[in-house]
């Protein structure tokens, strides 16, 4: 399966995310969907800084230029906010899944179906 698919078909096909994206550690972008101007800068800084309590928390979490509020971080996950759209964030072996979601999404739905393609992803070593 492609990168591409697994953001087409298990994130944007199951309605509980309205945007993705799939990149390395690195930053660099492995498949998203269309029309979603995530940069590569914003996903490099997400990645480097990921669950990082010093700095996440005041500089807030940006995605497409637009500045999330931070929730909480673990060593796997960030949550971030804006009025009612939110932003769930996964960290796997040598990806990171960023999912967008938008009303009438709830963030529950979004943080189940990212977290479930990012558990598949860790179990085949990914």
Sequence with gaps: ?????????????TKSVSQAVICGHDGNIWATSAGF?????????????????SVLP????????IKYMFLSANDRVMRG??????????????AIILS???????????ANTTEKLGEYLISVGY
């Design 1 to 13: 399966m492609s990168w591409q698919s697994y953001v087409d078909d298990q994130l944007l096909a």
């Design 81 to 94: 906010k804006k009025g009612t759209s939110g932003v769930h964030i996964m960290k796997t072996v040598q």
């Design 58 to 65: 005041m500089s807030g979490l940006n995605v497409n230029g």
């Design 100 to 110: 967008i979601y938008h009303e009438p999404i709830v963030a529950e739905q979004c």
């Design 37 to 53: 101007g995530v940069t590569a800068a914003e996903l490099k800084h997400l990645a480097t800084n990921f669950g990082n309590m």
